[in-house]
């Protein structure tokens, strides 16, 4: 019998994976849990570091939620079919895609497939930084290639057609998925539609993966979102889910849709599900049948949702712009992504030379709770940071606008009145940053 020996030198960790030793929680979750205990234990936090959707989920979803509370069955691993063929109808409205309940897959989270996209794609992952913060981690613990590509702050943190042919040119056979993820998590941007035909143009050249994380789609402030699979439907994997534009991310469901050249990686992928989490929750997956089916009520709510989002962006853009931080306007989303470079010497007399402890010194100092660039594959010395505006209640904020006439969007008074944690905590931040020691 194989026995561990009581020696003092002992550690479990001599059988961690190797991939996986020294890890810490993402971000995200980690500064959540911190500014929760923080506030259990007496502190005033604004929370600008989870990007949790501030509004609820629409009724006629959780309506429907109810309805089938009592479904307890294990559902097929690739999905409820209803689901598949009401998620495949809606990229056909939507985006024009001519996809099938064949070509989709729904898992526990769109975060897990993309884990699962990575275990079973044997090939590089290509991360165009500023990006969500769980793309590399999950590369990662799987031992794959990361291959950053840092954009720039002049082209709106934005991957451009020249950055993606430099790299996949000197090696052009070689396997990749390439993340695009527009409205962008942490700027906010997106992307115009001359620059998705080129970045489709140079990834059909070199037959690259493309991963369309969409998550943030519907919430495009005008409504006009582009999935990049118009342009390069055979290699596009389009990524959404229930999370950010239905406000349900604990519900923890996520879609891929794969153009039919690629379904042995969708046959893959439930291969490996079904060897893991089986099936998503079944009265979720029905209800979500709801959501993606669509309808008037959950348009209206959306239409109001990007009223406010947009209103308030832009409000925080013009607040940090005022003050002389540099800062993309945002497309869509509900994330700003300044840059406080240009305080480099005043910070640096206060002790600050890095983003890391920027956020930290900012959370002791004022109770605001923001992610260090660092997390999202920026250099530490850069002074940047991800504001996420979601702090307030949406429930209140949507019957608000709901008697604005429609052509007045909110103003200040709104916003100081409906989401005041986020209006306080950007009057906290932009009045801390210039600060001199």
């Not at 526990?108 to 275990?119: N, T, V």
């Not at 291969?271 to 009265?283: D, I, K, W």
Request: charged residues 25%; contains cysteine; neutral net charge.
């Amino acid at each position: 019998m194989h026995r561990i020996a009581p020696h003092a030198e002992y550690s479990p960790d001599v059988h961690l994976n190797l991939n996986v030793r020294g890890m810490r929680p993402s971000a995200t979750v980690a500064i959540n849990e911190q500014s929760d205990r923080m506030i259990r234990e007496g502190r005033k936090v604004i929370k600008f570091g989870l990007g949790q959707s501030p509004f609820p989920v629409p009724r006629p979803v959780t309506d429907a939620l109810r309805h089938h509370a009592h479904e307890k069955d294990y559902l097929p691993v690739r999905g409820l079919a209803p689901l598949r063929a009401a998620v495949a109808d809606y990229f056909r409205r939507r985006q024009g895609l001519t996809s099938t309940e064949e070509d989709v897959i729904v898992g526990p989270g769109s975060k897990e497939l993309m884990f699962l996209l990575q275990l079973v794609y044997y090939g590089d992952l290509v991360v165009p930084t500023p990006c969500w913060v769980s793309y590399a981690p999950q590369a990662t613990i799987l031992g794959r290639q990361i291959r950053w590509l840092p954009t720039r702050r002049e082209d709106d943190w934005r991957l451009t057609p020249a950055q993606l042919d430099a790299l996949c040119c000197p090696d052009p056979d070689r396997p990749r998925i390439v993340i695009l993820n527009y409205p962008n998590n942490p700027t906010g941007g997106t992307y115009h539609l001359d620059e998705l035909r080129e970045l489709a143009r140079v990834a059909r050249h070199y037959r690259v993966v493309l991963l369309s994380d969409e998550i943030y789609g519907e919430l495009h402030f005008r409504g006009q979102h582009v999935s990049v699979g118009r342009f390069y439907p055979e290699g596009t994997i389009v990524s959404s889910g229930l999370s950010k534009w239905c406000g349900a991310g604990g519900w923890r469901l996520g879609v891929f849709v794969f153009p039919p050249s690629l379904r042995w990686l969708l046959d893959g992928m439930a291969a490996v599900a079904s060897e893991t989490y089986t099936s998503t929750s079944a009265p979720i997956q029905y209800a979500a049948v709801e959501a993606f089916r669509g309808g008037m009520e959950i348009e209206r709510h959306l239409w109001l949702s990007r009223r406010i989002l947009s209103a308030l962006g832009r409000f925080c853009h013009h607040r940090l712009a005022e003050v002389g931080a540099l800062v993309t306007k945002p497309d869509g989303a509900f994330y700003l992504f300044p840059d406080f470079s240009p305080f480099r010497e005043t910070l640096a007399a206060r002790g600050i030379a890095d983003d890391r402890t920027l956020c930290e010194r900012l959370l002791a100092e004022t109770g605001v709770a923001m992610l260090p660039g660092q997390e999202f594959g920026r250099r530490p010395e850069e002074l940047t940071a991800r504001v996420a505006l979601v702090c307030f209640d949406g429930i209140w904020a949507l019957a608000a606008a709901e008697v604005l006439p429609a052509e007045t969007p909110p103003d200040e008074l709104f916003l100081r009145s409906f989401c005041a944690p986020v209006v306080e905590g950007m009057d906290l931040l932009c009045e801390w940053i210039p600060r001199p020691a």
